[in-house]
Structure formats: structure tokens, C-alpha cells
């Protein structure tokens, strides 16, 4: 199916592009949730501010868009879950305390 835009009207060029848009969010949104079900709440996973150090911490909740992030130093982050890489244990995963993430208490 093709348009021919230069058909359209000035109210149906708006109709399409609000359509297009409408689309492309939706796109969008299920490839972020697709990403999102790589990982699993309480998997160790690291990421990469701009301008700032790696972060390493666990992922404590999934959110319309991204996923919440709990790191090491007690930082609450809303990271995109394209950004997100698994840490991989250097004990091979086993380790109890694997997905504890002490709190800053203050």
C-alpha cells in the first residue's frame, strides 16, 4: 500500500503524522519491553551514565520504559534496559549474597 502524500489535505497530513507517531511510540515501547525481559528482577547488571563510572547494582523493579536499579553505593536508578549488561560473578554466579545490595541508612 502506497500514499501519495501530495494528495492529503493540510487535516489528513496531521491525521497521518499524529498515526506515524502514535506508531513509532509503540514500536518503541515493545522493543524496551522485550529488552526488559532479558533480565530478571534481582540480576546483578551494570551501566554507564554519561560522563560517569560504571555502576553496578540490582534490578529491583520493571517500569513502563525502564527498569529500576539499585547499586552497590545505595543509588536508586531508572535506566533504560538497553544500556543494562549482566555481571557476570567471578564465583561462577553461586554466591549468597549475590543480588544483596547494602542501603545507606541517613
Known amino acids: 500500500m502506497s500514499i501519495n502524500i501530495n494528495d492529503l489535505t493540510e487535516a489528513e497530513l496531521v491525521d497521518l503524522n499524529h498515526r506515524i507517531v502514535e506508531r513509532l511510540r509503540f514500536l518503541h515501547q515493545a522493543?524496551?519491553?522485550?529488552?526488559?525481559?532479558?533480565?530478571?528482577?534481582?540480576?546483578?547488571?551494570?551501566?554507564?551514565?554519561?560522563?560517569r563510572p560504571m555502576l553496578v547494582g540490582v534490578l529491583t523493579r520493571y517500569n513502563?520504559?525502564?527498569?529500576?536499579?539499585?547499586?552497590?553505593?545505595?543509588?536508586?536508578?531508572?535506566?533504560?534496559?538497553?544500556?543494562?549488561?549482566?555481571?557476570?560473578?567471578?564465583?561462577?554466579?553461586?554466591?549468597?549474597?549475590?543480588?544483596?545490595?547494602?542501603i545507606r541508612k541517613g
Open 31 to 51: 522493543r524496551a519491553h522485550s529488552r526488559m525481559l532479558d533480565f530478571a528482577i534481582g540480576d546483578r547488571v551494570s551501566f554507564q551514565p554519561e560522563g
Open 64 to 102: 513502563k520504559k525502564t527498569v529500576t536499579v539499585v547499586t552497590e553505593g545505595g543509588g536508586r536508578w531508572n535506566v533504560a534496559p538497553g544500556l543494562l549488561h549482566r555481571v557476570v560473578e567471578a564465583d561462577g554466579g553461586g554466591g549468597e549474597n549475590r543480588n544483596v545490595v547494602p
